[in-house]
């Protein structure tokens, strides 16, 4: 005699699964991630770094058209030629192109997302590690690095569409 009170058998005695239930994340047996989700999170924190780069360097850019500050006279000269190259229209140029530069970091993390074109997704890693507009290298640097080991993994290899740049 088996413990199941259901004489019928059927462990549910209303039918099928409980449509009302949780659904179960716990994944594939043997706790293997899948790859969308092994990729998920380096691609949104390198698309969050981007993002984070894109608005300092918009932000950079205005500042680069307003009035100067008076310069901290307590500062080291080197510092004092810092705060006076920030404006003007050689800094605005300089970061604008930062502010492209972290747009294409946007577009590689949206590719990793996708699982689509692997060789951008790695530039784009690669490129948020050298990205030293607003110091976003100190964040882009271990992101990308991070990003670059999940791509260059075989099985996320294996994963991405094959297109001309996968």
């Known amino acids: 005699m088996s413990n199941n009170p259901n004489p019928f058998g059927n462990p549910n005695p209303y039918g099928g699964q409980n449509p009302y239930s949780s659904p179960n994340f716990a994944g594939p047996p043997g706790g293997v991630a899948p790859l969308g989700a092994k990729l998920m999170v380096p691609a949104i924190v390198l698309l969050l770094v981007a ?3 894109i608005l300092f360097s918009t932000a950079s850019v205005v500042m680069a058209f307003g009035p100067p500050p008076p310069v901290d006279p307590n500062l080291p000269a080197l510092m004092q030629e810092l ?3 920030a404006r003007g229209p050689q800094a605005a140029v300089i970061q604008s192109i930062f502010v ?3 747009a294409f970091i946007i577009f590689g993390a949206v590719q990793m997302l996708r699982q689509k074109m692997r060789v951008v997704a790695i530039a784009a890693a690669a490129v948020a590690m050298l990205n030293f507009g607003s110091c976003c290298c100190i964040l882009g640097a271990p992101v990308g690095i991070w990003s670059i080991i999940i791509l260059l993994q075989e099985d996320v290899k294996s994963a991405f569409d094959t297109s ?3």
């Open 51 to 53: 993002i984070l780069g």
């Open 83 to 85: 705060q006076k190259d």
């Open 100 to 102: 492209l530069v972290n």
């Open 164 to 166: 001309p740049f996968g």
